[in-house]
């Protein structure tokens, strides 16, 4: 199995088991902001991921 396999895998364990996730960013100054955000995964295509709610936890 290739390394893209197996991270593919990983990925949609993850999805199938976790409603929640950690969303990094970058203030307008540069500063990182990190906060959780809900999910919902139409399909286990991670490509189809989508974002329900971005405020913080």
Do not use: C
């Not at 893209?4 to 976790?18: E, H, I, M, S, V």
């Not at 999910?39 to 913080?56: I, M, Q």
Request: glycine share 8%.
């Amino acid at each position: 199995m290739s390394d893209d396999a197996l991270l593919l895998a990983g990925l949609q364990q993850l999805l199938k088991t976790q409603r929640t996730a950690a969303l990094g960013t970058l203030t307008n100054r540069g500063l990182p902001f990190v906060s959780m955000v809900s999910f919902a995964a139409r399909s286990l295509d991670p490509e189809k991921v989508r974002h329900l709610l971005a405020a913080g936890i």
